[in-house]
């Protein structure tokens, strides 16, 4: 028997589904999928290195097993499942440097690699796994999502060239933003805060794929060589590796999108910066997608779409706001009490954002002031 309250329950959690479009923290396990193409007599090679990846990652927090496969009709084409207790632990060890020093070896023998991470939402078998469900949590209900996929890069200039970087970051033709059939770029935007850049893409179709078509667009290239001077992390764009480390260490993952549901011709889009206390990253994007959910539930609230990127201590989130955003920046910023402050300010780096730490009543207009981000460039793609 259904009682009210399961029902109520069950309803809530399908409005969730629809409005959350993407999170990494409902808790449910992770499955994550590296498809790898091995060049020719380096399956040696590469079963060494997978052995001493495996041994090593056997150690990590959240980590529960994985498989090596070989394909049946290409020997060239390997495929490496892992499972983990939920997405934080995966996220936090493969955005870590030890994951970047680790997987080297990996990079010698193979051609191309390509990881997919899912949610289990059903599982089948036998008894032992129906009773191991109770434990082995699955996501609770599909997404619907939108359509779109979203993805950022972040890295720092030298302290001095942000006004030169910016100008070169802002003036350069847009790429071709269709990339084939089922690919299209819709949208990027560029912030700046301080010497640090943040560059988020919306892509419908394929993300790899979007990212390649715009690598080899060459207004895009010739922006990316004319900052290099100016980065705080060297780079070569002709050496594969060189460019492979630069761009996983720049790589900033969306951990969370939940979006009103709603439209407005006003809305503008703002991005904030969250310099986290060490180790508290992913606790305070948690906490800032539990405050987006409750702005998102607000028909009257000013935010319409909210997207939270992370990676180890760095959390910016990148808002679409219905009208000002100074006027009343405590619902746009989730700090609509002393609490809520509280709880905040208390995950945030005080030092880094020029804050003592402590809640005020002023907190709000102090955080907007510090954690707001600069606008380079904003650009949709015609009929995005």
């Not at 193409?37 to 927090?61: I, K, M, T």
């Not at 609770?140 to 970087?165: N, Q, Y």
């Not at 206390?277 to 539930?297: M, P, S, T, V, W």
Request: aromatic content about 4%; some cysteine; proline content about 6%.
């Amino acid at each position: 028997m259904t009682t009210t309250s399961e029902r109520v329950s069950e309803s809530l959690r399908r409005q969730v589904s629809q409005r959350v479009s993407q999170s990494v923290f409902d808790g449910s396990r992770l499955r994550v999928v590296l498809l790898v193409d091995v060049y020719d007599g380096a399956q040696q090679q590469f079963l060494e290195a997978y052995e001493q990846l495996c041994n090593q990652v056997a150690s990590v927090p959240g980590h529960v097993s994985d498989q090596l496969c070989q394909s049946i009709e290409n020997p060239s084409q390997w495929l490496i499942t892992s499972e983990w207790e939920s997405a934080p632990p995966f996220l936090t060890w493969v955005n870590s440097e030890e994951h970047v020093q680790m997987v080297r070896p990996l990079h010698d023998c193979v051609r191309d690699t390509r990881s997919l991470r899912f949610h289990i939402v059903r599982e089948t078998g036998g008894p032992a796994v129906a009773a191991e469900a109770g434990e082995r949590r699955l996501q609770t209900s599909p997404r619907i999502g939108d359509g779109l996929i979203r993805h950022a890069l972040t890295f720092t200039v030298k302290p001095g060239s942000e006004e030169k970087v910016a100008r070169i970051l802002a003036d350069y033709a847009a790429p071709e933003p269709r990339v084939d059939d089922t690919t299209r770029l819709c949208r990027t935007s560029l912030f700046m805060h301080g010497n640090r850049v943040v560059r988020a893409v919306e892509v419908r179709g394929d993300l790899l794929a979007a990212l390649r078509h715009v690598a080899r667009q060459p207004e895009v290239r010739a922006v990316e060589e004319a900052i290099n001077p100016y980065l705080e992390q060297d780079r070569d764009l002709d050496d594969p590796d060189s460019a492979r480390v630069f761009f996983t260490r720049a790589a900033l993952p969306a951990v969370h999108h939940v979006t009103a549901g709603q439209e407005s011709p006003d809305a503008v889009r703002h991005a904030l910066y969250y310099p986290a206390r060490e180790g508290q990253g992913l606790r305070l994007a948690e906490l800032l997608a539990r405050q987006d959910e409750a702005a998102a539930d607000d028909p009257q609230g000013p935010v319409l779409r909210s997207t939270i990127f992370q990676r180890d201590d760095i959390v910016v989130r990148l808002v679409d706001v219905r009208g000002g955003l100074d006027a009343d920046p405590g619902p746009v910023l989730g700090l609509t009490d002393r609490a809520r402050a509280a709880e905040l300010t208390a995950l945030l780096d005080g030092e880094a954002l020029g804050m003592d730490g402590s809640p005020r009543d002023d907190a709000p207009a102090r955080l907007l002031t510090v954690a707001r981000m600069d606008l380079v460039t904003d650009r949709r793609a015609p009929d995005a």
